[in-house]
């Protein structure tokens, strides 16, 4: 079935270090891929987005390419604040009619 | 914008008690899904609803239930609370007519559950 996988943290960077956090999926078809974002004691947010091969999502400084041929949505950010210190989580959307399949999510924690 | 609320945010339940996690949006969203998230882990897909008086499982239904009467509420029931369903439980919700913009989720702030 579709799934997604992401690495597994967690991820400890210092202020302004470059960020990459990776996620690959499984699926048939052409699926929507997103990145959340789930801040402390909070749901989560969409952060981005990107519905087919080659389309980068991008928001807050954050951006990620969609990669058909490696089947890949790579988050990246050129310098973490403390701020964006969260848990991050790889979905997908396999097609309009179904629920999205989510990665098990990567702890994030930036310090000054 | 209240967006998708909640409540309660935290309950201590009793083994073989039983409760309803409420869930509202005012966003008129056709779609609405109820997830637990483990410490550590992902989110698992328990049921969702693709409309008032339409429900469908999810990965993990079992020892759970729900009904849509309204396009607006989405409750979740436990009826024998057991252990293994300690944990923080999302609702969200999700627009249908735009095939682009449906499945971006909104979430609660979510409902942390302890069954002891």
């Known amino acids: 079935g579709d799934s997604v996988t992401q690495m597994e943290g967690p991820v400890t960077l210092s202020e302004e270090a470059f960020l990459t956090i990776n996620c690959t999926y499984t699926a048939t078809g052409y699926p929507s891929l997103f990145w959340y974002v789930q801040y402390p004691g909070e749901g989560l947010q969409l952060l981005l987005k990107?519905?087919?091969?080659?389309d980068k999502g991008s928001n807050k400084g954050f951006e990620a390419t969609y990669r058909k041929e490696t089947t890949s949505f790579h988050l990246e950010k050129g310098s973490v604040q403390v701020s964006d210190s969260a848990v991050y989580f790889c979905a997908l959307s396999p097609s309009r009619d179904t629920p999205l399949v989510f990665g098990k999510g990567t702890r994030l924690s930036v310090i000054a | 914008n209240a967006g998708v609320t909640q409540t309660p945010k935290f309950r201590i339940l009793k083994i073989g008690q039983s409760m309803t996690l409420q869930c509202t949006q005012d966003?008129?969203?056709?779609?609405m899904y109820w997830y637990r998230q483990d410490p550590g882990m992902g989110l698992k897909l328990i049921y969702y609803s693709v409309g008032a008086g339409i429900t469908d499982k999810g990965e993990v239904p079992n020892g759970y239930n729900v009904s849509r009467s309204t396009t607006e509420d989405f409750p979740l029931r436990l009826e024998l609370a057991a252990p293994s369903q300690t944990s923080v439980y999302f609702c969200?919700?999700?627009?249908?007519?735009?095939?682009?913009?449906?499945?971006?989720?909104?979430f609660g702030a979510g409902t942390r559950l302890s069954v002891l």
């Open positions: 966003m008129n969203h056709n779609y």
């Open positions: 969200a919700s999700s627009y249908s007519r735009d095939s682009v913009a449906k499945n971006i989720q909104y």
């Open positions: 990107a519905t087919k091969a080659d």
